[in-house]
């Protein structure tokens, strides 16, 4: 089913916390390795911004479906970093600008040679390199909605739990348009298809990687996928990966995870 980026724009809004009851954190808080979860999740929301910017110098920008989603999708992950942060709050962890700076000067020459890397590498490949940005945002997504969900099942909070539901609701429109767009540009080439698949099986990582910690990376798989329960999900992300068109055979969170001593 095609994505209709008119109705996703005029749909999209900030996840909505302030109806649940965030009190409830005082009488059951969350437990300090869920926190750390949380607080990862909450620096990659709000590091959207610097995705974003890598996308922009490549040819993404210039497809008019391409730009309206991505307004409205740095959009709603500020607000999910934002009710995330409100959590973290609820519990003596603050995240604020000087922190998130902080973070991102530690990433010191990474960080300033990703959007030049990425524009020598989209004007190269030209209109093909979009199809590889459209995969790789399909594999995130899928990512986020299964930790969400995940996280939400493990601790079934009554503030947390239907909060991480709410984002996860979110995320599948994400995943929507990134997949869909993926799959007419992959079956359109075969140069797009070619390149998908290398960058995906050499490049791709756990979101969150580029900007975290090794241990903050194992950790949160860890806690997130570190099971039999876990394994069956990564699968089915591998599954809906290997399902775009010349995709076939591509186990890409499962190897990453594998590396990391993560998978059961």
Not at 85 to 100: C, E, F, K, Q
Not at 208 to 220: A, C, N, Y
Request: charged fraction near 25%.
């Amino acid at each position: 089913m095609a994505f209709d980026i008119d109705q996703y724009a005029e749909t999209s809004t900030e996840v909505t916390w302030q109806d649940l009851d965030f009190d409830a954190f005082d009488a059951d808080p969350l437990p300090e390795v869920t926190l750390r979860t949380l607080r990862y999740m909450c620096n990659v929301e709000y590091h959207t911004v610097c995705y974003l910017r890598d996308l922009l110098v490549t040819p993404s920008h210039k497809e008019r479906d391409v730009n309206a989603f991505m307004t409205m999708w740095n959009r709603e992950e500020y607000w999910h970093g934002e009710a995330l942060a409100d959590v973290l709050g609820r519990h003596g962890i603050t995240v604020d600008y000087d922190a998130l700076k902080a973070s991102r000067l530690k990433l010191e020459w990474r960080d300033k040679l990703a959007p030049l890397r990425q524009s020598i590498l989209g004007n190269i490949v030209g209109e093909d390199y979009i199809a590889v940005h459209m995969s790789w945002g399909a594999a995130n997504e899928w990512s986020a909605v299964a930790a969400y969900r995940r996280l939400a099942a493990l601790e079934r909070h009554p503030a947390l739990s239907p909060l991480l539901q709410r984002i996860a609701q979110q995320e599948t429109r994400h995943v929507a348009f990134y997949a869909s767009q993926a799959r007419k540009r992959l079956e359109k080439s075969g140069l797009a298809r070619r390149l998908t698949k290398l960058a995906l099986t050499k490049a791709w990582e756990p979101v969150g990687t580029s900007i975290s910690e090794p241990e903050d990376v194992k950790h949160v798989m860890s806690h997130l996928f570190g099971s039999e329960e876990g394994l069956a999900e990564i699968r089915r992300i591998d599954a809906n990966i290997a399902k775009l068109p010349g995709m076939d055979g591509l186990t890409i969170v499962e190897d990453a995870l594998r590396r990391r001593g993560v998978a059961a």
